[in-house]
């Protein structure tokens, strides 16, 4: 779907039915959130025949509805979005993506995320309840750690999901790494990066190693059962290399 340049008459209307205002009907979103997301990579974008206009297909319209959802229905910034869309289109061929969707119709609801309700924590609340630094959630924002909505009375939240994050700060927080001493939720991003990659290598093994040699509800199976024990391994692994640094200082 990359850009072509074109002219209203040469544009196949079969394969590219939609003008930007189609889009924004059919999604709810508005024409400025579309063209940013074309911006920033989230969105390719449509076949140019002027300055103003273009056409748009199928693909647009899905990926929009997929934007929509993670963003402003299960809270994902858009910087992990873009990061699981890349990763469908770089490690994922057609076969690969649909075997996954249909590993994820068996797996349990935690997992799976199927069409579950949403609770939301106000921003603002949440910090005083915690005794956080409300600098410290604008910052988890802003670095793509958490996603935030704006509701229709002006209220900011967050998901209930997600406050666990918050809980897990200002312990560090109460242990001393303070703001005072340099510390701010920015520190700890790299983390969300290392995960990311971590995720998309383990999806990539799946996909490729069982997508012809077992039906995708025992693939779910495993996955259940095999995530604690990975967690684990992770968990010792990142122990033990700590405790070797120390130990290599005599």
């Not at 666990?164 to 520190?187: K, N, P, Q, S």
């Not at 383990?202 to 779910?220: F, G, I, Q, Y």
Request: charged residues 30%; glycine residues 6%.
């Amino acid at each position: 779907m990359n850009s072509v340049h074109a002219t209203t008459e040469t544009v196949d209307r079969s394969l590219y039915p939609y003008r930007m205002k189609d889009l924004c009907e059919a999604t709810g979103l508005p024409r400025q959130a579309i063209h940013f997301y074309i911006q920033e990579g989230l969105l390719p974008p449509g076949v140019k025949t002027g300055r103003n206009m273009a056409f748009y297909g199928e693909a647009h319209l899905e990926r929009l509805k997929t934007i929509k959802r993670l963003q402003h229905e299960r809270f994902l910034p858009l910087k992990a979005i873009k990061a699981l869309l890349d990763d469908k289109s770089h490690h994922f061929d057609p076969v690969q993506w649909r075997f996954l969707a249909d590993v994820k119709k068996s797996l349990k609801a935690e997992l799976g995320d199927r069409d579950v309700a949403v609770e939301t924590v106000d921003v603002g609340a949440l910090a005083e309840r915690l005794g956080v630094d409300l600098l410290d959630v604008e910052e988890a924002i802003e670095q793509g750690i958490v996603g935030v909505r704006e509701e229709p009375d002006g209220r900011r939240v967050i998901a209930a999901s997600d406050v666990w994050y918050f809980e897990l700060w200002a312990e560090m927080r109460a242990i001393g790494f303070t703001r005072e001493l340099g510390f701010t939720v920015a520190d700890v991003a790299f983390y969300e990066e290392i995960v990311e990659r971590l995720v998309a290598r383990e999806l990539e093994l799946v996909s490729t190693r069982l997508a012809s040699k077992l039906p995708p509800d025992k693939v779910a199976e495993m996955i259940e059962r095999g995530l604690p024990v990975i967690h684990r391994v992770l968990m010792k692994s990142h122990l033990a290399k700590i405790q070797n640094f120390f130990a290599s200082l005599g």
